[in-house]
């Protein structure tokens, strides 16, 4: 048992204490990314790396306690609420089959981490009226939330939201379509529209020009 | 046979309360996330850690019985320590080939995924170590050889979080000897102590690995950032 604890700099290991419980009612001690708390109220670390203590601005009474790492990338996965934008890789009358690329704004390239939108889940109105292959086309990259952990093979996602939805797409003329409206979206070399349920735009107006 | 000399030394020069030669090498295998290489004595078990990554329906399970209950006490050990909360929907996939085996293979194989997931980055509560206990010529030793296992007295495997001192899980076998109570307690008591030195030697090689990481990227000043340095190799 060791009861040492940690200096700010420090090397630490998993099950390093970081800060104990008495030194949590002179100043609130939280544990950040890395680290955790115990039962008894104790700081460890998590995982190796070098102790970082950092204080919220504006309230010096708080104190952050987390473990830089060096690994080679941050350990993301997708959790209920994160945004997420995918690649459509498939599309049936009931719902989309999507590749999840990003999770906030970690990218997660390769991950296979797969997510699924059904029908009722495309938009917040007139969900009874929605027509998948009006939605999305295999190939547009979609922004989502994530709704549920789903099934072991998928993720739950929706975008019912109005920035979410489409927001990159291909038309048949492969080229880069452009959104006019909430639902429409333009060739600018045929002049054809197509639909797909389209994330809000900063404005669609001058986009249409 | 005697496993005990009169001096005191067994059959490779060890005394009762002393573990073999533990050595260390991170990041044998590139193409996973965390990886380990853990040789104590002649034993030698390659421990790869792929995740957390999608959840695949395929799990690779060892066909032969002997192999499953070795994944099965792994598993055992690791959901109770790795902070799995932070990963729903997701798998970690722990592969150990165990390229030599010398006695304490269980023992070696827990402390080899244990360096591979802290080499991976996953997040764990504690260091988790593991150490075998045997008890021949009425005298306990710790981390039995091949030798010493054949002798089919009683043996007992142990995992422990060091820091903590909880014994997380442990699995005892005894053919030939009938094991009371006293003498339960006290190859528990060595098996800690075992687990304590093991974590001593872990603990030294993990932090020399943070400690090249930190000097290949930065040279000679070890107060440098490593916020993004490159992986430990």
């Known amino acids: ?209 | 046979m005697e496993f005990v000399q009169l001096s005191g030394l067994r059959g490779d020069g060890r005394r009762g309360n002393e573990v073999r030669k533990l050595g260390c090498h991170f990041g044998a295998v590139v193409d996973c996330d965390g990886s380990a290489m853990l040789d104590q004595g002649l034993t030698k078990v390659l421990a790869c850690v792929h995740g957390p990554r999608e959840v695949a329906q395929r799990s690779a399970r060892p066909g032969d019985r002997r192999s499953l209950a070795v994944a099965n006490f792994v598993q055992d050990t690791f959901t109770q320590v790795i902070q799995t909360e932070l990963f729903k929907g997701s798998q970690i996939d722990i592969t150990i080939h165990i390229l030599q085996a010398d006695g304490g293979v269980l023992a070696a194989c827990v402390n080899a995924t244990t360096a591979a997931l802290i080499h991976a980055g996953v997040p764990m509560v504690d260091f988790v170590t593991c150490c075998n206990v045997g008890y021949l010529d009425h005298t306990a030793l710790l981390d039995l050889n091949h030798v010493e296992e054949l002798a089919g007295g009683p043996e007992l495997s142990l995992t422990l979080l060091p820091k903590s001192g909880k014994v997380l899980t442990m699995r005892m076998a005894s053919s030939s000897v009938r094991v009371t109570e006293k003498l339960l307690q006290q190859l528990l008591d060595e098996a800690q102590a075992g687990c304590q030195l093991i974590h001593k030697v872990l603990d030294s090689k993990v932090r020399e690995l943070v400690a090249v990481a930190v000097k290949k990227r930065h040279g000679a000043d070890p107060d440098a950032e490593i916020a993004d340095a490159p992986a430990y190799q």
């Open chain 1, 1 to 209: 048992m060791s009861a040492t604890v940690a200096r700010v700099g420090d090397v630490v290991v998993p099950g390093s204490l970081l800060c104990v419980a008495a030194q949590t009612e002179v100043a609130k001690a939280e544990a950040g990314a890395g680290a955790y708390v115990d039962g008894r109220g104790a700081v460890l670390a998590s995982v190796v790396g070098k102790l970082v203590v950092s204080e919220p601005k504006g309230e010096p009474a708080r104190k952050i306690f987390s473990v830089q790492t060096a690994s080679r990338k941050p350990k993301v996965v997708p959790v209920v609420g994160s945004t997420v934008t995918c690649n459509v890789t498939k599309v049936t009358p009931r719902f989309a089959l999507l590749d999840i690329v990003c999770v906030g704004v970690e990218s997660v390239p390769g991950s296979g981490f797969r997510g699924m939108v059904r029908k009722e889940n495309v938009r917040s109105f007139e969900i009874d009226r929605v027509e998948m292959h009006n939605s999305f086309r295999p190939g547009d990259v979609v922004r989502a939330k994530v709704v549920s952990l789903g099934t072991a093979r998928s993720y739950e996602l929706s975008t019912a939201d109005k920035d979410l939805g489409v927001i990159a797409a291909m038309g048949e003329a492969n080229e880069p379509l452009i959104p006019i409206s909430f639902e429409e979206m333009k060739c600018p070399v045929t002049g054809v529209i197509e639909k797909r349920k389209v994330a809000k735009q900063d404005s669609f107006a001058t986009l249409d020009k």
